[in-house]
């Protein structure tokens, strides 16, 4: 029998808030249920999604499995959460 994973992440961020990944200040803008993003090996993907707005002013869409590069660490997303009239939530794991 396969054991799944525990569910560890390092940093979350809620939706409509700024949180901070290792110093970094990340925002996350809205979450939504349904949305397309990519993966790090560049195929699309689509699920639950939310916009980060980085510290270099960029912006991205981000679903699980998605990896930003945030002031030289490396982060995944594990999971992105939406209930429905509730703030969505962006668990990450810091990359090694």
Do not use: C, H, Q
């Given at each position: 029998?396969?054991?799944?994973?525990a569910f560890?992440?390092?940093?979350?961020?809620?939706?409509?808030?700024?949180?901070d990944l290792?110093?970094?200040?990340?925002?996350?803008?809205?979450?939504?249920?349904?949305?397309?993003?990519?993966?790090?090996?560049?195929?699309?993907?689509?699920?639950?999604?939310?916009?980060?707005?980085?510290?270099?002013?960029?912006?991205?869409?981000?679903?699980?499995?998605?990896?930003?590069?945030?002031?030289?660490?490396?982060?995944?997303?594990?999971?992105?959460?939406?209930?429905?009239?509730?703030?969505?939530?962006?668990?990450?794991?810091?990359?090694r």
């Amino acid at each position: 029998m396969t054991e799944t994973p525990a569910f560890e992440p390092d940093e979350s961020i809620e939706e409509t808030t700024v949180g901070d990944l290792d110093g970094a200040r990340v925002a996350v803008g809205t979450v939504v249920t349904s949305g397309k993003y990519t993966l790090p090996d560049g195929t699309e993907s689509s699920g639950v999604v939310a916009v980060l707005a980085l510290p270099d002013d960029s912006s991205v869409w981000v679903g699980a499995g998605s990896v930003i590069a945030v002031e030289g660490t490396t982060w995944t997303v594990l999971r992105v959460d939406k209930e429905t009239g509730e703030n969505g939530e962006v668990y990450l794991k810091r990359g090694r």
